[in-house]
C-alpha cells in the first residue's frame, strides 16, 4: 500500500518537476498586455512566415530576401514614423505545428506588429487565426485559395487571386487562340495547384472547351515519363498546369525528348527564375502564364525594384519576392496612414487600401478585403528571360 | 503506347535498381537499413553535376569520379556513424543513426547548393530511333544498357573474386567467416563502397536522364529503393535487380493505365499484397526460424 | 478545467505553453509506438498513417457530424485501432524488415488516399476544425495513458508482450498467444496514435496530409528509440527532448536539422540502448525510495 502511493507520489513529482522546467524557461518573460510598442520601444518589428529549408524553401527564400531588402531600404530612407523596422526570420520548413509554434514566438516574445506570409493557403490559414486572436495584423503574400481573409479582420493577403485571373485567360485562349482541347495536369500534393485546377476547369466548361485529358504529378518528383507519353497521344491542343515552375520546367524538358509540340499555360505559381534555368530551350516561347507584374515592360517602381534587388543579390526576382516586398511597403503606407504602429488601429487602414502602386502590380483592399489587382499580364519565356505577351484586363464581379 | 511506357518503366525501374542494390548488399551483411543510402545517391548525382559543369569532364569520366568519390564517402558514414555502434545494440539503434545521417546530408547539400533543382547540362545530342510505333531515345538506351552492364560486373565480382567470396561468407555468417581468417570489418567496408558507387552511378544516370538535381531528391528514391529490395527478397542481389525493374514499370503502368494521382498507392499497394503472398519476396529465401 | 487554462495563459507565454502542449501530444503518440515497436519489438515506421487516420475521423466528426468533442476524440482512435489491426494480420506471416516496409507502404497509401480525398480538402488540407484541445486536456489524457501504459506493461499482457520481443518461438512455447498479442499491441498502438491524431487536430485547428509524412513517422520512431525501447520514462524523455530540440536549435537558423541530424548520431554512439534503454519506473523507484542502508561502494 504504502510502496504504490510513493509511485504516485513519484508520478507527481516528475510532473512538477517537468513543469517547473518549463516554467523555468517562461521566467524572463515580459509583460503580454503591454501592445502598445510606440510607448516601449524605437523598433518595430515585423515576423516572416515562410520555409527557409525543407522541400517547399524555394518559396520561402525569395520571399525572405524580398523582405529584407524592403525592410532595408525602409531603414535607410528614416523608417516607419521614425522608427526603425526589424524583421524576424524563422524558419517554418512548410510544417503546420512549426508554423504554428513560430507565430505564437513571434507575437508574445518578438512582439511583432505585423507577420508577412506564408506562401502556402493552410499554413497561412493556422498562421491566420493565430493573429487574429491575438490582434496582431497578418498580410499573407501568397495564399490563392479561399478561406483565408474569412479568419477575421487582422488577416489580408496581397496576391493575385486565381478566381479573377484564370477565366479571363481561358476566354484568351479560347477566344483569341482558338485552342478547344485542353489537357490538365495537377500537382497533388500542392494545395496552391489542387486549388486552381478546378477554377480552370470551371472557366474551361463555361466557355465550351474540351478537357481531354486530367492527370497529376507529385512535387519533388523529376520523373513524368508516363504523363508525357500520355499527353502525347491524347490530341490536346495546349496543356494547362496548374503547379509551380520547377515541376513545369521538368514536364516541359520531358515533352521535349519525346519530341513533340505543345504550350503549356499556367497561373502566377510559374513565375520564377529556375523555369528559363531549367527548361531552357523546351520552355522557350513555350509557357505562358499570367502574372500581376512583368519585368519586361516595367511600371517605374518595378524598373527600380528589379534593378536593386539583381544589384543586391545578383539574381532575378520571382514573384515572392516581389510579392513579400510589396508587403512590406503596404504596411508602410498603412502604418503611415494611420499614423499609428498599433495593429489595432492600421488594420483600418490596409481595409481601405485602394490602388497601391506596387512592384507586383496595382492593388487594391475591396469591400470583402479581398485584394483586386488588374490589369493581368501574360508572360512568355523569349531569350531565357520573361517577356510579356498581352495584357488582358481582369473582369471582377 | 504500351511498349513505350514500357521502356520508361524499364528505364527508371534501373535507377531503382542501382539504389536497392546498395541496400540489399549492406542488409545482406550487418541487417541495416542504410538509410542514408538514398542521400548518398543525391550526393553521387552532384558530384557527377560538379565534375561535368565545372571541370568540363566527359560524362563517362564524371559518372566513375562520382562513383569514386561515394565510395569514400560511403566508407566514411560506415566508419563514423555505424562502426561504433555495430555489436554494441540493437539493430534500431542503427537505423536511428542511419537517419540521423541522412538528415545531416541532404541538409548540407541544401546549405550548400540552395534548395533549387539545378538543371543537369545535356550531355550530348538526343537522338529518337523510331522503331515501329516504339520511339526510343538514345539516352534511355545507355541508361538500359549501363546498368545492365554495371549489374553484371557486380555478379562477376561477387562469384568470381575473392573480396566478392568474403563477402558472401559474411553474409552467411559474420562471426564464423572472421573465425576463417577473414577481416569482416574491411569486408563490411568494402561492401558499403560498392554499394555507394552504385547509387552514384543511379545518381548521375538519372540526373542525365531528367535534367534535373536537387538536395532532398533522395528520400522519396531511397524509400522507393528500400521498397524494391524487399520487393526482391532483402539480401539478394538478383532479387534487388528483378524488385527494381518491377517497381519502375509497375509505376509507370499505374500512371499510365490507372490513376496517377494514386500512383505511390499503386506501387505500395502492389508490394504489400506481393509480400503477404511471398513474405521472403521474390527472391528471397525462406528462413526457418531456430530457437 | 477552463479555469486552469485561464490561470496558465496568465502566467505563463503562449510560445512555451504551445510547446508544452506539442510535448503531451507527441508523448500519447510516442507510448502507443513504444508498445509496438519498443515493448513488443514490432518495427513500425508508419505512426503517422494512424495518426492521420484519427486526426481526419476525428476532425470530421467534429464538423460534420457536430460529435462532442470526446466522442470524435474516441471515434478517431477507434478508427485507428481498427487499421491497427488490419496491419497487425501480416505479422501472421511477416516480420523484422519487411514487416516495416509494409508499414511504411501502409502510411503512404493512407497519405496518398489523403491526399484524393474531397471531404478533406485534399492538399489543401482541413480547416475549420473547433478548438478544444487546451494544455490541461492534453496533459490530462496524457497522464492517464502513462498510468494506463505502466498498468499495462506491468499486467500478464504486459509481460508477454516483453516476452515476444525477447524470444518469439520461447514465448510461444511457454503458451503465449503470440498471433493474437501482435495484433493487439498493434491495435494499442493505433488507438493511442489515432488519439493523439486527435488530439492534434483539434488543437492545430488544420490539417493537411504533408503533416503526416514518412519523416513523421521516423520522428515518433526517433523518439522510442533515442529514449530507450521498451522504457516509458525513456520514452517520455527521449520525446521531451526531441520536440524540445528543434525549438532549442532555433538559433543556428538554417543549420538547425544539420545539427539535429548530428545529434542523433552522436547520441546512438554514446548512449546505443537510448538515454534510458531499459529502465524502468521500478528503477527510479528503487534508486528514490529505498529502505535499504548502504554506503558508498569501494
Known amino acids: 500500500m504504502s510502496s504504490k502511493l510513493k509511485f504516485r507520489l513519484a508520478l507527481v513529482l516528475c510532473c512538477v518537476m517537468m513543469m517547473s522546467i518549463f516554467a523555468g524557461c517562461g521566467g524572463e518573460k515580459s509583460d503580454v498586455d503591454d501592445q502598445s510598442i510606440q510607448a516601449s520601444g524605437e523598433v518595430i518589428k515585423l515576423g516572416f512566415l515562410g520555409a527557409l529549408t525543407g522541400s517547399v524553401a524555394n518559396y520561402g527564400i525569395p520571399g525572405k530576401k524580398g523582405m529584407e531588402m524592403a525592410i532595408e531600404e525602409i531603414n535607410a530612407n528614416g523608417g516607419i514614423l521614425r522608427h526603425q523596422v526589424e524583421g524576424v526570420y524563422d524558419d517554418n520548413k512548410g510544417d503546420n505545428s512549426e508554423i504554428s509554434a513560430i507565430a505564437r514566438k513571434y507575437i508574445t516574445r518578438d512582439k511583432v506588429v505585423a507577420m508577412v506570409g506564408d506562401p502556402c493557403t493552410g499554413l497561412t490559414q493556422v498562421a491566420g487565426k493565430i493573429a487574429q486572436e491575438n490582434e496582431v495584423v497578418i498580410l499573407s503574400a501568397g495564399a490563392t485559395s479561399p478561406g483565408v481573409v474569412e479568419i477575421g479582420d487582422y488577416v489580408f493577403r496581397n496576391t493575385l487571386l486565381d478566381k479573377f485571373a484564370a477565366p479571363a485567360v481561358v476566354d484568351w485562349m479560347i477566344n483569341d487562340k482558338g485552342w478547344t482541347d485542353f489537357a490538365v495536369i495537377t500537382c497533388m500534393d500542392l494545395g496552391y495547384s489542387t486549388g486552381l485546377t478546378p477554377v480552370f476547369e470551371e472557366a474551361i466548361e463555361a466557355n465550351g472547351g474540351n478537357i481531354v485529358l486530367e492527370d497529376s504529378i507529385n512535387q519533388g518528383e523529376t520523373d513524368f515519363t508516363a504523363q508525357v507519353t500520355k499527353l502525347k497521344n491524347a490530341g490536346a491542343d495546349v496543356l494547362v498546369f ?67 534587388y539583381r544589384a543586391k543579390y545578383n539574381e532575378e526576382p520571382d514573384m515572392f519576392s516581389a510579392q513579400y516586398y510589396d508587403a512590406v511597403y503596404i504596411l508602410k503606407k498603412v502604418m503611415e496612414d494611420a499614423n499609428s504602429v498599433d495593429p489595432k488601429v492600421f488594420k483600418n487602414e490596409l481595409a481601405k487600401l485602394t490602388d497601391y502602386p506596387g512592384v507586383s502590380g496595382n492593388t487594391t483592399i475591396g469591400p470583402d478585403r479581398e485584394p483586386i489587382k488588374s490589369p493581368v499580364c501574360l508572360i512568355t519565356i523569349k531569350d531565357g528571360q520573361f517577356a510579356i505577351l498581352e495584357k488582358i484586363p481582369v473582369n471582377v464581379e | 503506347m504500351f511498349i513505350e511506357q514500357l521502356v520508361n518503366g524499364l528505364t527508371l525501374g534501373s535507377t531503382y535498381a542501382l539504389i536497392a542494390l546498395g541496400y540489399t548488399m549492406v542488409y545482406g551483411i550487418i541487417q541495416l537499413i542504410n538509410f542514408a543510402h538514398g542521400e548518398i545517391y543525391m550526393f553521387g548525382a552532384f558530384a557527377g553535376l560538379l565534375l561535368v559543369s565545372v571541370f568540363g569532364l566527359n560524362i563517362f569520366v564524371a559518372l566513375i569520379g562520382a562513383m569514386v568519390f561515394c565510395m569514400f564517402l560511403g566508407m566514411l558514414i560506415e ?31 541544401a546549405l550548400i547548393r540552395g534548395t533549387n533543382t539545378t538543371r543537369y547540362p545535356e550531355i550530348m545530342k538526343i537522338h529518337t530511333y523510331h522503331l515501329g510505333s516504339l520511339d526510343l531515345s538514345s539516352l534511355q538506351i545507355i541508361i538500359l544498357v549501363v546498368s545492365a552492364l554495371l549489374m553484371v560486373g557486380l555478379q562477376l565480382l561477387i562469384q568470381k573474386t575473392r573480396i566478392g567470396k568474403a563477402m558472401r561468407a559474411c553474409s552467411q555468417d559474420l562471426e564464423a567467416a572472421s573465425l576463417m581468417g577473414i577481416n569482416a570489418n574491411r569486408v ?43 520487393l526482391g527478397g532483402i539480401g539478394s542481389i538478383p532479387g534487388a535487380m528483378i524488385g527494381g525493374l518491377t517497381l519502375g514499370v509497375l509505376e509507370i503502368l499505374g500512371v499510365a493505365y490507372l490513376s496517377s494521382s494514386y500512383k505511390d498507392a499503386i506501387a505500395f499497394g502492389i508490394l504489400i499484397l506481393v509480400l503477404i503472398l511471398r513474405p521472403q519476396g521474390i527472391m528471397g529465401k525462406k528462413i526457418t526460424k531456430k530457437v | 478545467m477552463n479555469i486552469m487554462d485561464a490561470l496558465l495563459s496568465q502566467y505563463i507565454d503562449a510560445y512555451y505553453l504551445h510547446i508544452m502542449v506539442l510535448i503531451g501530444i507527441n508523448i500519447i503518440l510516442a507510448l502507443g509506438l513504444n508498445i509496438t515497436t519498443g515493448v513488443t519489438g514490432q518495427l513500425s515506421m508508419g505512426h503517422a498513417g494512424f495518426m492521420s487516420i484519427g486526426a481526419y475521423t476525428a476532425a470530421i466528426l467534429s464538423i460534420h457530424m457536430g460529435l462532442p468533442f470526446w466522442g470524435s476524440l474516441l471515434g478517431g482512435a477507434t478508427a485507428a485501432a481498427g487499421f491497427g489491426f488490419l496491419l497487425g494480420l501480416p505479422t501472421l506471416r511477416l516480420e523484422g524488415d519487411y514487416l516495416a516496409m509494409i508499414t ?24 475549420g476544425i473547433p478548438e478544444h484541445t487546451t494544455f490541461s486536456v492534453v496533459w490530462m489524457i496524457a497522464i492517464v495513458v502513462i498510468v494506463l501504459n505502466v498498468k499495462l506493461l506491468h499486467s500478464r499482457i504486459g509481460r508477454s508482450f516483453y516476452a515476444i520481443r525477447e524470444n518469439e518461438i520461447a514465448a510461444e512455447a511457454a503458451g503465449i498467444n503470440t498471433t493474437r498479442l501482435k495484433v493487439l499491441s498493434f491495435m494499442v498502438g493505433a488507438f493511442l496514435a489515432g488519439l493523439g491524431g486527435g488530439l492534434y487536430a483539434h488543437y492545430m485547428t488544420y490539417i493537411a496530409p504533408q503533416d503526416f509524412g514518412f519523416m ?64 524502468r519506473w521500478y528503477d527510479i523507484k528503487k534508486r528514490w525510495f529505498s529502505k535499504e542502508v548502504k554506503t558508498w561502494e569501494s
Open chain 1, 242 to 308: 496548374t503547379g509551380y515552375y520547377t515541376e513545369a520546367a521538368l514536364i516541359m524538358n520531358e515533352v521535349q525528348k519525346q519530341n513533340f509540340d505543345m504550350v503549356l499555360v499556367g497561373g502566377d505559381g510559374l513565375y520564377g527564375p529556375d523555369l528559363a534555368a531549367l527548361g531552357q530551350s523546351a520552355v522557350e516561347e513555350k509557357v505562358i502564364f499570367y502574372c500581376g507584374f512583368s519585368s519586361d515592360q516595367p511600371s517605374d517602381e518595378t524598373a527600380a525594384f528589379l534593378e536593386a
Open chain 3, 104 to 127: 511504411i507502404g501502409f502510411a503512404e497509401i493512407i497519405r496518398v488516399f489523403f491526399l484524393n480525398f474531397e471531404p478533406g480538402g485534399k492538399a489543401l488540407g482541413l480547416s
Open chain 3, 216 to 279: 513523421k513517422s521516423i520522428e515518433f520512431l526517433n523518439m522510442v528509440v533515442l529514449g530507450g525501447m521498451g522504457s516509458i520514462p525513456g520514452t517520455i524523455l527521449g520525446t521531451v527532448v526531441l520536440t524540445l530540440a528543434p525549438e532549442m536549435l532555433r538559433i543556428v537558423a538554417e543549420y538547425r536539422l544539420l545539427f539535429y541530424g548530428a545529434m542523433l548520431v552522436i547520441l546512438m554512439i554514446f548512449r546505443p540502448n537510448g538515454l534510458l534503454g531499459d529502465v
Open chain 2, 188 to 230: 563490411i567496408s568494402y561492401t558499403f563502397a560498392i554499394g555507394s558507387a552504385l547509387a552514384a552511378a543511379g545518381g548521375v544516370m538519372v540526373g542525365v536522364y531528367y535534367n534535373a538535381v536537387w538536395p532532398y531528391m533522395g528520400t522519396m528514391a531511397g524509400l522507393k529503393a528500400f521498397a524494391a529490395a524487399v
Open chain 2, 79 to 109: 566508419r563514423i556513424a555505424y562502426r561504433p555502434i555495430r555489436g554494441k545494440s540493437s539493430r534500431l539503434s542503427a537505423l536511428i543513426s542511419a537517419i540521423g545521417v541522412s538528415i545531416f546530408l541532404s541538409t548540407l547539400m
